[in-house]
């Protein structure tokens, strides 16, 4: 299983920006093929699905639920084999604890968080007035 450990969280104002940050645990030297994805969870809500990410065919295939889409950007430093979340344009539904995740190779990657076996611990994003 890969080590993930998020960074990033904070507390912002509606229409304000965060990056999210995901270290990974796989070396710098190997591109990282598994799925990538961050997802987050809400209070009383279930966890859902927010970017996924894979590297295939010396391309990166990102892809954005509707809801964050063209708000958030998933993106990976290959040579730090880390993940990012840059979430502009915040709302308070996007209030959540986010949490990165990896998982087996495949096309596309999954959104349901079952298909999905390393997970980070997440990081706590606030929007609010």
């Known amino acids: 299983q890969v080590q993930l450990v998020e960074s990033g969280g904070g507390s912002v104002q509606p229409g304000g920006s965060l990056q999210l940050s995901c270290a990974t645990s796989i070396d710098s030297d190997t591109t990282i093929t598994n799925c990538m994805a961050w997802f987050r969870q809400a209070p009383g809500k279930q966890r859902e699905s927010v970017a996924t990410l894979r590297n295939a065919d010396m391309t990166t295939y990102t892809r954005h639920v509707d809801s964050v889409t063209g708000r958030f950007t998933i993106s990976i430093d290959n040579a730090k084999n880390t993940l990012y979340l840059q979430m502009d344009n915040l709302k308070p539904e996007d209030a959540a604890t986010y949490y990165c995740?990896?998982?087996?190779?495949?096309?596309?990657?999954?959104?349901?968080?079952?298909?999905?076996?390393?997970w980070g611990s997440g990081t706590q994003v606030a929007v609010s007035s």
């Open positions: 995740a990896a998982g087996p190779p495949s096309r596309p990657c999954p959104l349901e968080p079952s298909k999905y076996n390393s």
